[in-house]
């Protein structure tokens, strides 16, 4: 066995071609912290404390590989929600929490009726349940591996989701809802060269890609749909690709929009867009 500083420096050690110094030290902590139970004072309090760790060698080789450490423990965290995540889902990202987190702060104590499209792992959809008791909330998702995914975090986190098997772009209706939320497909075929094989090779490419000749696919289908839905008032709040805020604002304006507004993320890149419809207007 050994300490707990230990397995941590070989890790990070490890690591660190692939990561960097200070993203391997995070990937690190996060495997041992989910393998062992730790918390974070522990790597100072029982730094010194011998663990046993039998699948660190395979894991190790797992995560220089490339693979995501959510992937490697099966697990991931989401406005402080445990979600369980496989290579049929992606894993939850920080931009994606502002994106809930805006609409929380929107309807909090208010009754709504909520529409999650492309669910995945059930992250958006479970997160503000978990924030706005009030609401009723549906999720779609086409892939059957990641709507399993998806209805057992339902199950594990207590949090009633009504997680149902439709294609985004098909022509099912919409369920009676005020709020339609998405983080959709959204990356050119063409980037895929660019981006970190922990991604390109171990995330859904069902989740990630679009063709290089049709990047707003998912957003002109959303915004025609939310046209037709949101007669009488409603928000649809899309994530976005940071190189296409503008012309996607220009999309949901000429499909009824009222009313637009492009946020940024922590790192001031376009990150989402909260479109209103009707009487739905901004706070």
């Known amino acids: 066995m050994k300490a707990l500083n230990d397995w941590l420096q ?19 902590k996060f495997y041992l912290s989910e393998s062992l139970g730790l918390i974070s004072t522990d790597f100072i309090l029982r730094s010194s404390e011998p663990f046993d760790l039998p699948s660190a060698s395979a894991h190790l080789e797992q995560l220089k590989a490339g693979r995501p450490v959510q992937h490697v423990v099966g697990k991931a965290s989401f406005f402080d929600l445990e ?13 994606t929490e502002e994106l809930v987190a805006a609409i929380a702060r929107r309807w909090r ?3 709504v009726r909520i529409l999650d499209l ?9 997160a503000l349940k978990a924030q706005l008791t009030q609401a009723e909330v549906w999720a779609w998702e086409l892939d059957a591996g990641a709507l399993e995914v998806a209805r057992e975090n339902g199950l594990t986190t ?22 339609v939320v998405s983080n959709p497909p959204y990356i050119p075929q063409k980037e895929r060269a660019n981006m970190d094989k922990n991604v390109t090779d171990y995330e859904p490419g069902l989740a990630l890609f679009v063709p290089d000749d049709d990047p707003l696919l998912f957003y002109r289908v959303l915004a025609q749909k939310a046209q037709q839905h949101f007669v009488h008032g409603g928000e649809l709040w899309v994530e976005i690709h940071e190189d296409f805020g ?17 946020y940024q993320d922590l790192q001031g890149k376009d990150r989402y867009i909260a479109a209103l419809y009707g009487n739905q207007r901004g706070n």
């Not at 070989?10 to 690190?28: C, D, H, I, N």
């Not at 979600?83 to 931009?95: C, D, N």
Request: net charge negative.
């Open 109 to 111: 104590g208010k009754e």
């Open 83 to 95: 979600l369980r995540v496989t290579s049929k889902t992606l894993v939850p990202r920080p931009e």
């Open 246 to 262: 503008e012309v996607t604002l220009e999309l949901l304006r000429a499909h009824g929009a009222n009313e637009t507004v492009c």
């Open 10 to 28: 070989l890790f990070k050690t490890q690591l660190e071609p692939l990561y960097g110094e200070r993203e391997a030290k995070a990937v690190a």
């Open 158 to 179: 207590g949090l009633d989701v009504h997680f149902e098997q439709h294609d985004m772009l098909g022509d099912d209706p919409w369920p009676p809802c005020e709020v």
């Open 118 to 126: 492309g669910t995945g792992s059930g992250c958006i959809a479970l």
